[in-house]
């Protein structure tokens, strides 16, 4: 792997961290309202599934989504913008935090149903495969949406027409506060797809170039035309469900086992040789960020000056995404009307 995709894809994890501690602070300050689902914790997959994307693939995600739209493109005050609720968000202000859209860059929706998402990607890889386009869909959902009938319907109708879509299942263990073993009777979420005859695997969703890999993989079998293939990515959110959980129903032990493994921490850590102080630690937080580090120094790659200016880099950024979500108008009646009635003028809002 080349180093400028190394270091992009540790960029992408920075900001995914920084980010959404950003959006945290945003809503206690009320610049947010509704849900807020964040991310820290699950950074490793977003970033592995997506850099080993193509531009024209098409994305479909869920309502925990911030990280999926940043990391495929979408300006990171256009995100912002969206979860303040203002007009120039990527939704238009309309969508909120669970509703990112970019047609641009085919992401095609965060939704906040459970299960919403399986059929709109069969939608679309079926059209997909009706142009014989190389092209594939990659449709995300969490463990607790792998008990919804469209699953099922949606797995039978894409492996019996080998659509090309990769369903990718953040398995994080819980479905808000109830854990994997509480509401599903097959746990290990893969072997699911087994019985659609979907080719499926388990991955460590805290190490991002694992990730990144069994994507490249299962893109690959896609594009060659064998159709539908799946992966569960085992990974975990250090934060509750949403804003308004505090997630105390997880036992601290847990949630610091998982924190010791923070992919984004991990990949520092293993990159750099005089990595980390004690104080470096705790300002980055433990996690993910180690495993693509630890790459990154064998190849002799990384320094602490370069994540440095990095990170002032991202904090930048971020201060600029808030700035601009601050300073966009709120969306009018007009707005509304022109969502409402889209299609029938000449006028497309997005
Ligand atoms: C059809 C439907 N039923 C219930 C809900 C309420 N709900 C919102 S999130 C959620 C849990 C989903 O958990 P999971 O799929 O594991 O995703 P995670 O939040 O862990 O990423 C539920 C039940 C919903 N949004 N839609």
Redesign the pocket.
């Given at each position: 792997m080349k180093r400028d995709t190394l270091l992009s894809m540790l960029h992408d994890m920075l900001l995914a961290r920084a980010f959404e501690e950003r959006a945290a602070q945003e809503y206690t300050r009320g610049n947010i309202a509704g849900f807020l689902?964040l991310y820290p914790g699950e950074e490793a997959v977003a970033v592995g599934v997506l850099h080993g994307a193509e531009p024209n693939d098409y994305i479909v995600s869920?309502?925990?989504e911030h990280v999926h739209a940043l990391v495929r493109g979408v300006p990171a005050e256009k995100v912002m913008a969206e979860l303040f609720g203002k007009r120039d968000g990527c939704s238009g202000g309309m969508g909120g935090s669970m509703h990112l859209f970019d047609q641009e860059r085919r992401f095609m929706g965060g939704y906040?149903?459970?299960?919403e998402t399986y059929p709109i990607a069969i939608g679309i890889g079926y059209s997909i495969a009706m142009q014989e386009l190389p092209e594939a869909v990659i449709c995300f959902?969490?463990?607790?949406?792998v008990n919804?009938g469209t699953f099922h319907e949606s797995l039978n109708m894409a492996a019996l027409w080998k659509l090309p879509v990769l369903f990718v299942c953040?398995n994080?263990r819980?479905?808000?506060g109830t854990e994997i073993h509480r509401h599903s009777a097959m746990t290990e979420v893969y072997k699911r797809a087994c019985g659609y005859r979907i080719p499926s695997e388990k991955v460590n969703g805290m190490d991002v170039l694992a990730v990144h890999q069994a994507t490249r993989s299962a893109l690959q079998r896609i594009r060659e035309g064998t159709g539908p293939q799946f992966l569960e990515v085992e990974t975990y959110?250090f934060r509750g469900?949403s804003m308004s959980d505090p997630g105390s129903y997880r036992p601290n032990v847990e949630v610091q086992a998982f924190k010791d493994e923070d992919p984004v921490t991990v990949v520092l850590e293993e990159s750099i040789p005089d990595f980390p102080t004690e104080s470096q630690l705790e300002a980055l937080g433990r996690d993910n960020i180690v495993h693509l580090t630890g790459h990154m120094r064998q190849q002799g790659y990384l320094e602490m000056e370069d994540v440095t200016r990095m990170k002032g880099e991202i904090s930048k950024l971020v201060d600029k995404a808030v700035d601009f979500a601050l300073n966009s108008p709120e969306p009018d009646m007009h707005d509304a009307w022109r969502a409402l009635y889209c299609n029938r003028g000449q006028e497309v809002l997005i």
């Open positions: 689902h869920t309502y925990r906040g149903i459970v299960g959902f969490g463990d607790g949406a919804q953040e994080n819980y479905q808000i959110r469900h």
